[in-house]
């Protein structure tokens, strides 16, 4: 792969990747797609090899999906790294299942990043983000290299394109970010998502309470309130 031909037809990853539409649609931190993307790595312990592959959901939610195959096609005895950039983060089930599947194989580490947080409000699905990380689950909210890493690596950018990731808001990575600190405080949510002007426009608001401010430093709340000082609208998808 190279930045003035991009991936090329010999490329034995190009047939898991995603098209650049696709992932502009799943990744963008300020929509929110219905449909969960999944695009995975897998480091093996000892080895320079990184398996990478991609998927969607269908039936049933992509870690359903990924832990069933990773446990039908690998011994459990086996020793790796696996990295998830997630479009959405994990419900409450799907925690579950994650928990359930690394019990089942303790020589599996998981770092799990995450583009938008599901449902944020649902306090399952928040307690589910609690037990993963109480379970030596690393979850973050995706930044600027993340994406230029998932863009490099899972998307079959043009000829040229290696280095033109699309930018998408910083202002909504810190959101997320906050807010799942927030999570891991067991403190309320920072923020609120409402529908405005016909049901076309996603409004996101900043909802700080004296809890946030006597948690976090003001530092890092400034940054998300100078951000937010108005409110913030998305395209509804």
Not at 7 to 34: H, N, V, Y
Not at 108 to 115: E, Q, R
């Amino acid at each position: 792969m190279t930045s003035d031909t991009g991936p090329s037809a010999g490329d034995a990853t190009l047939r898991r990747r995603i098209e650049p539409w696709d992932f502009a649609d799943f990744f963008d931190p300020t929509q929110l797609r219905k449909e969960t993307c999944l695009l995975y790595e897998i480091h093996w312990n000892r080895s320079q090899k990184i398996w990478r592959n991609t998927a969607c959901n269908n039936n049933r939610h992509v870690e359903v999906n990924f832990t069933e195959k990773f446990t039908a096609d690998f011994h459990p005895a086996v020793h790796c790294t696996i990295i998830w950039f997630l479009s959405w983060s994990p419900c409450s089930e799907c925690s579950q299942v994650i928990r359930e599947f690394l019990s089942q194989h303790p020589n599996v580490t998981l770092i799990i990043n995450v583009a938008r947080l599901y449902y944020h409000l649902d306090e399952s699905n928040r307690q589910g983000l609690r037990d993963l990380r109480n379970s030596g689950v690393r979850i973050q909210v995706m930044k600027v290299p993340d994406y230029h890493h998932c863009w490099r690596n899972f998307v079959n950018y043009p000829p040229g394109e290696e280095r033109h990731c699309p930018r998408f808001p910083h202002e909504f990575m810190n959101l997320y970010s906050l807010e799942l600190h927030c999570i891991f405080l067991g403190l309320p949510s920072c923020f609120t998502i409402s529908r405005r002007r016909h049901n076309t426009l996603n409004l996101f608001t900043l909802t700080l309470q004296n809890c946030h401010y006597e948690m976090f430093p003001p530092h890092i709340l400034s940054v998300v309130a100078y951000d937010f000082r108005s409110p913030l609208y998305s395209n509804f998808l």
